[in-house]
């Protein structure tokens, strides 16, 4: 999966593959050849909670006027479940279910 946040244009893409007993592989969008990042379920819950805290934010004092509007923009936007480009036929049965269980 791709996060909806994702700008198109970025050369920062970070893609998430959710396994059915809860573990998590991570990679660059990019250059998926650079290797893959894997994550028990209790890592990754508490990756997550630290990056919701705001425990990863780059300092204000940092960033760029821009940077800082964007930051805060995204910080309230909610983010959801988007298919990447290089999805298997199960992943995509699976964007297709959640997508019918929104509507």
Known sequence: MRSSLSDPESEAI???AE???GFRAVRDGKSPDKGTLFFTPAEWEAFTL???DGEFDIP???LTEEEIALQRERA???AEWVPSPLLTPKARQEYERRQATKA
């Open 50 to 52: 630290g990056a919701r």
């Open 19 to 21: 396994f059915d007993d």
């Open 14 to 16: 970070v893609e998430v």
């Open 60 to 62: 204000e004092e940092h």
């Open 76 to 78: 309230n936007q909610p």
